[in-house]
């Protein structure tokens, strides 16, 4: 079993910048990728942005690419997004997942094993 806690949500402007976390407890992030997926009221959860196991491969939703950077620490059994130039349009209810393939390259949320409870991030206009 993998415990996932995300942190680092907020409001922020448009504009702005934040940086959410993702922290592993019970067995080490190193044996999974972890992926990103938002949920906006209304809306399917959406894949925003994975890495694989080693932090060598990085995905991202169109939607995201040049805004956001994904990166991981396993020595601190943690993940992180970065991310930048935020727009309205990026408010959403924020979830790291894990699964256990490792290489990062799953997109679907049904694919992933673990989840953690989600971090609400606000941008206002």
């Known amino acids: 079993q993998v415990q996932l806690v995300e942190s680092g949500g907020g409001l922020v402007q448009a504009g702005g910048s934040l940086r959410l976390s993702c922290a592993a407890s019970?067995?080490?992030?190193?044996?999974?990728?972890i992926g990103w997926f938002r949920q906006a009221p209304g809306k399917e959860r959406e894949f925003v942005a994975a890495?694989?196991?080693?932090?060598?491969?990085?995905y991202y939703a169109d939607s995201v690419k040049g805004r956001f950077t994904i990166s991981r620490d396993n020595a601190k059994n943690t993940v992180y997004l970065q991310m930048n130039s935020l727009k309205p349009g990026d408010t959403a209810v924020y979830y790291c997942?894990?699964?256990?393939?490792?290489?990062?390259?799953?997109?679907?949320?049904?694919?992933?094993?673990?989840w953690g409870q989600g971090t609400q991030v606000t941008v206002s206009s």
């Open positions: 890495i694989s196991w080693s932090g060598g491969f990085g």
């Open positions: 997942a894990a699964e256990s393939t490792g290489w990062g390259t799953r997109r679907r949320p049904n694919e992933y094993d673990y």
């Open positions: 019970g067995r080490t992030l190193s044996n999974y990728a």
